[in-house]
């Protein structure tokens, strides 16, 4: 190279450094401060990241579906199930931390968040025993007037955590052998599914302790393969077997009690191949009274659990399919929104939150790329 050129393009490398730092010497200092976001409405979606490719720190995604736009995230522990409080001011989180990251001495605690600044309010100590598995809507639940969060523990042993969320503690450990999560019922009470076949609910006292339990014969579980995925609706939680046959369970008395059975594909359909799938396959729009399931038409054996591009519609009274949602996507789990004006929010397996208008019952749009891995996605109860 030309010494003289190597010289002049030095020169003028230098002085475009010098003129580059001096332009950013004259910018402000940033100012490193929260912002509040406004007090949640019904449409607000919280996806749950699983972050397999670093489960260890897990995040909640908070996103406007209408806008499409993320509104920040919060950040959670190994494979953190989350729940919203009824009035939607906080979220609360299970956490399992380690002290070496990926070893060392486990730490187990409830967090408390705020839902408008996303920051952490408070945390309580729990027993080191929660279920560290893919997270399921009814493992984290509240009581009906957001007093108790119930916590499912699985060691392989099953019990259930209360937490006191008005005395910040834990108020009691209540051992449900033999049977599987906490499906949330009125203010002092959750269910849960036995291996026998029976539903189990248990009752409790102000202080969140037992004070009495029944069971209610629910299937056979010799003949049927039921999932445990329920959506519910009031005092209604509706299962499905892994075939697609709707099994409802009544649990507004002090003992539940199953209702008619009911398919949802004819016979032609089955024939046909479809079937259910998904992960969080089925919820409610309570002011439709329609329940939204994950279908698709290559059912088998193996694949109950695949995503879908595929959402079949129900009226809850007559059983019938009232309507059909399809988007581009493979949708993993949803949830439809409570209001009267209700979205439907389905995250689909690329990261994206497809948004349904199940009024008008069409597609929307989607958020693309707002998450990892998607297992859950909450919005207002």
Known sequence: ???????????????????????WSQLPPDEIGTVTLDKPGPHRAY????????????????????EKKMLGMIPTGYLAPSVLSHD??????????????????????????DTQTLESEWEVEIPKKRANILMERNMLTMSGDDRFVYIY????????????????????????????????????????VCGDGTFQRV??????????????????????????????????????????VIQPIDVSGETPKTGKRWSLFTDAQREAGWGVGGWQLMTI???????????????????WEDPSDTIWAFDLDTHEKVGELKTENYVWSMNAT?????????????????????????YMHTVDGISAIPALVLSSH
């Not at 939607?88 to 968040?113: I, K, M, N, Q």
């Not at 969320?165 to 999560?181: H, M, P, R, W, Y």
């Open 1 to 23: 190279m030309n010494k003289r050129l190597f010289r002049a393009g030095g020169v003028a490398a230098m002085a475009a450094l010098a003129w580059s730092a001096s332009a």
């Open 47 to 66: 996806i749950i990241d699983t972050q397999f490719d670093n489960a260890t720190t897990g995040k909640v995604v908070v996103v406007d579906p209408e």
């Open 88 to 113: 939607d001011s906080r979220l609360y989180s299970a956490d399992t931390f380690w002290s070496r990251g990926v070893r060392g001495e486990r730490t187990d605690v409830l967090t408390a968040w």
């Open 153 to 192: 523990n699985f060691t392989p042993s099953t019990s259930v955590t209360v937490v006191d969320t008005k005395n910040q503690s834990v108020a009691s450990e209540i051992d449900i052998a033999g049977c599987v999560l906490n499906y949330p019922i009125g203010k002092r009470a959750f269910g849960s």
């Open 203 to 244: 009752k409790l006292d102000d202080s969140g302790h037992e004070v009495s339990r029944v069971r209610t014969q629910f299937f056979d579980p010799n003949e049927t393969a039921m999932n445990e995925r329920a959506a519910r609706n009031g005092d209604m939680y509706y299962f499905t077997t892994l075939d697609g």
């Open 285 to 303: 729009s309570p002011a439709l009274n329609q329940l939204y399931v994950l279908v698709h038409k290559d059912h088998g054996d193996r694949n």
């Open 338 to 362: 409570s209001d009267d004006a209700p979205l439907l929010l389905g995250v689909n397996i690329d990261g994206g939150l497809d948004v349904f208008d199940l009024t008008k019952m069409e």
